[in-house]
Every structure is written in C-alpha cells, then in structure tokens.
Nanobody, 125 residues
Framework: QVQLVESGGGLVQAGGSLRLSCAASGRTYGRYAMGWFRQVPGKEREFVAVVSWSGGSTKHVDSVKGRFTISRVNAKNTVYLQMNSLKPEDTAVYYC??????????????????WGQGTQVTVSS
C-alpha cells in the first residue's frame, strides 16, 4: 500500500504561482513513477505531468508546458508540481498518483494504482 497526501492548493490570481506537494508513505516509494492529474466538475480527470522513479525524465501535457514543472525528492518521499503563470482554466482539483507497474512515463489514469485525496486550485481572473 502507498498513501499519498497532497497539499499546497489555494486561491491565486491569474499570473500567480503555487507549488503543490505530494507526500508518500507506505511501500518503497522511489521506484514508482509519480503523476499529477486534475479534474473539474463534469469532466474527466486529465493528465498533467509525470516524473520517472529516478526523477531524470518528465512529461507535461501541452497546455502546461513552459508553465508547470514536476519534480521529486526521493529522500523526502515527496513529489512537487510548481505552477507558474496560472490561468483561470487551470482551476481544478489536483490529484497526485503513483504508478507501480508501468515502465516509462505513464499518462493514462488506468496506469496508476494509488491516488491522493486531491487539493483544490482556484485561479481568479
């Protein structure tokens, strides 16, 4: 079992920044790819970013490239999502997730085994 707890969400004006954190506990953390997803009411949960277990490889959805950066510090069992130049359309509940059995950089929701409870990000115009 892996437990994931997100933090760092909140209300910010357009153009501002937030840093989300996801603390993991339980089974060995370092060998899992870790991802961030987001969801707004009435829509599917969508992929935002993923980082490999080593931290050496990342992938971001096109809509956040150049603005968001995913990273991880295995010694702290924590993954981060630095969000800059936020836009109102970034408003969503953001979820951290762990992928235990997929090589590479998984981007599909079905490829992730464990999920956090989510943290709300609201960007005002």
């Amino acid at each position: 079992q892996v437990q994931l707890v997100e933090s760092g969400g909140g209300l910010v004006q357009a153009g501002g920044s937030l840093r989300l954190s996801c603390a993991a506990s339980g089974r060995t953390y370092g060998r899992y790819a870790m991802g961030w997803f987001r969801q707004v009411p009435g829509k599917e949960r969508e992929f935002v970013a993923v980082v490999s277990w080593s931290g050496g490889s990342t992938k971001h959805v096109d809509s956040v490239k150049g603005r968001f950066t995913i990273s991880r510090v295995n010694a702290k069992n924590t993954v981060y999502l630095q969000m800059n130049s936020l836009k109102p359309e970034d408003t969503a509940v953001y979820y951290c997730a762990a992928s235990t059995g997929v090589l590479g950089l998984p981007t599909e929701r079905s490829e992730y085994d464990y999920w956090g409870q989510g943290t709300q990000v609201t960007v005002s115009s």
